[in-house]
């Protein structure tokens, strides 16, 4: 699988990811990073302990996270959950949650598959 393999499957913007991080070493370091990454996990543990406060964080910084690394689904999908979360005065929607759920899901294995056809 190719980095732009993986970008397609991921619904991410490669051109947009070569552009700001120049090298495609650089864009394969950062995007396997990700997967060390506990935005994710701490957005989870949030919305499990229904802490609204914690919950916009964890959201936003996994929209600047995916952002960051041109993974367009997953940071459009934490943009709409961090602003659901932003005026803080209700827990997450679950429907929105459940849709960075599954984008994050498809980055994880779509960046297990390319890393294992590294290998």
């Known amino acids: 699988m190719t980095l732009q393999e993986l970008y397609l499957k991921i619904n991410g913007n490669f051109a947009e990811a070569q552009g700001r991080l120049m090298k495609d070493s650089f864009?394969?370091?950062?995007?396997?990073?990700y997967l060390k990454d506990d935005s994710f996990i701490n957005l989870q543990a949030a919305v499990d302990a229904e802490n609204i406060a914690d919950s916009f964080r964890a959201a936003h910084t996994l929209k600047g996270v995916a952002a960051n690394l041109a993974f367009?689904?997953?940071?459009?999908?934490?943009?709409?959950?961090?602003e659901q979360?932003?005026?803080?005065?209700?827990?997450?929607?679950?429907?929105?949650?459940?849709?960075?759920?599954?984008?994050h899901e498809k980055v994880v294995n779509a960046l297990n598959e390319y890393s294992a056809s590294k290998s």
């Open 27 to 33: 864009i394969e370091k950062f995007a396997l990073m």
């Open 72 to 82: 367009t689904e997953l940071q459009l999908a934490a943009t709409n959950l961090t």
């Open 85 to 103: 979360l932003r005026p803080q005065t209700e827990t997450a929607n679950m429907e929105l949650y459940t849709i960075v759920k599954a984008a």
